[in-house]
């Protein structure tokens, strides 16, 4: 059974433009998390999905956002890039249910130039 | 806000000691999840407590849960090398709909031979 599936694995940037990081999560798993890790601290929270709508969003810009789509996965939209975003961009997998976990993909690592 | 602080942030230690790391949170919680991250990697999963005093062993690890104190710590027995890297521990917080994880800071180990 395959985890969660993250897209692309590195990608680089120029400042100004926009991107667009993918996710697939586990089978049946309904809720999909988005989160910044900076080089050197801990993940932060940008935005929760389940059942294709949003459910929660962290401190950040409008210049973020995302979407669910109907088989579950997600994408994560940054526009207009500052070179701050550069960052691994993590999705988490969760079945929603109680006593879930959360289980991460392997990321994907961006650098704006 | 929820905060979590971990400590130490970094720790060396020699193979064959033990050690206990500590994890604070600052608001009622009732899940904690410990992560352990390799240098450029994602976020691989220790331990979920769900519930006060609940402990958890795997291997050298031992995790355990205060949520009265808002404390978790991972004990660590007779280290080895291959347990070097960061570990993390993350708190849900959920409000309303939405549930997200607030990491700590991090500690990164160092097993020196």
């Known amino acids: 059974d395959a985890g969660v599936t993250q897209s692309p694995t590195h990608l680089i940037k120029t400042r100004g433009q926009h991107v667009t990081l993918r996710c697939s999560p586990i089978?049946?798993?309904?809720?999909v998390s988005w989160y910044q890790q900076v080089l050197g601290q801990g993940p932060q929270f940008i935005f929760q999905y389940y059942e294709k709508e949003e459910r929660g969003r962290g401190n950040f810009p409008d210049r973020f956002s995302a979407r669910q789509f109907p088989n579950y996965s997600s994408e994560l939209n940054v526009n207009a890039l500052l070179l701050g975003d550069s960052a691994l961009y993590l999705c988490?997998?969760?079945?929603?249910?109680?006593?879930?976990?959360?289980?991460f993909g392997s990321g994907t690592r961006l650098t704006v130039v | 806000e929820l905060k979590v602080e971990q400590n130490p942030l970094f720790l060396s230690m020699q193979e064959g000691k033990n050690y206990t790391i500590y994890c604070n949170y600052s608001t009622t919680s009732d899940r904690l999840y410990w992560y352990r991250q390799d240098p450029g990697k994602s976020l691989e999963s220790l331990f979920v407590?769900?519930?006060?005093?609940a402990v958890k062993q795997e291997g050298r690890l031992m995790a355990s849960l205060d949520t009265k104190a808002r404390l978790s710590t991972l004990h660590i027995t007779a280290a080895v090398h291959d347990l070097s890297a960061t570990y993390f521990c993350?708190?849900?917080?959920?409000?309303?709909?939405?549930?997200?994880?607030?990491f700590g800071t991090g500690t990164r180990l160092q097993v020196t031979l």
């Open positions: 988490a997998s969760s079945s929603g249910s109680r006593n879930y976990g959360y289980t």
């Open positions: 089978s049946g798993h309904k809720s």
């Open positions: 407590l769900l519930s006060n005093g």
């Open positions: 993350a708190v849900v917080l959920t409000t309303g709909t939405a549930s997200k994880l607030t």
